[in-house]
């Protein structure tokens, strides 16, 4: 059985920190390309941040960059989120996915909220 387990959300001031984890079992993590979303009120599910399988290449949206850092631990079956200068307009529910090989793998996300 495939899951996707994410944590580390919760409520921080602007300009805080919050690590997201993504704890994957049930397929071959190492093989997959790995992916965060999010998702606020009202608003278009936004690709956050991308890993390559090896780890070896990260893509990011423009709204996050040099604030967000994606890495993954293969030997944990585990993708991370590093989140720092968090700001209000971060909030939202953050799921991470995975997809390859035909599969299309979702968590059931974790509520970041970033407010004073």
């Known amino acids: 059985q495939v899951q996707l387990v994410e944590s580390g959300g919760g409520l921080v001031q602007p300009g805080g920190s919050l690590r997201l984890s993504c704890a994957a079992s049930g397929f071959i993590f190492s093989r997959y390309f790995m992916r965060w979303y999010r998702q606020a009120p009202g608003k278009e599910r936004e690709l956050v941040a991308t890993i390559s399988n090896d780890g070896g290449y990260t893509n990011y949206a423009d709204s996050v960059k040099a604030r967000f ?7 944990k079956n585990t993708v991370y989120l590093q989140m720092n200068s968090l700001k209000l307009e971060d909030t939202a529910v953050y799921h991470c996915h995975a997809r390859g090989f035909g599969d299309d793998y979702w968590g059931q996300g974790t509520q970041v909220t970033v407010s004073s």
């Not at 850092?69 to 030997?75: A, E, L, P, Q, V």
Request: aromatic share 0%; hydrophobic share 15%; net charge neutral.
């Open 69 to 75: 850092t994606i890495s993954r631990d293969n030997s």
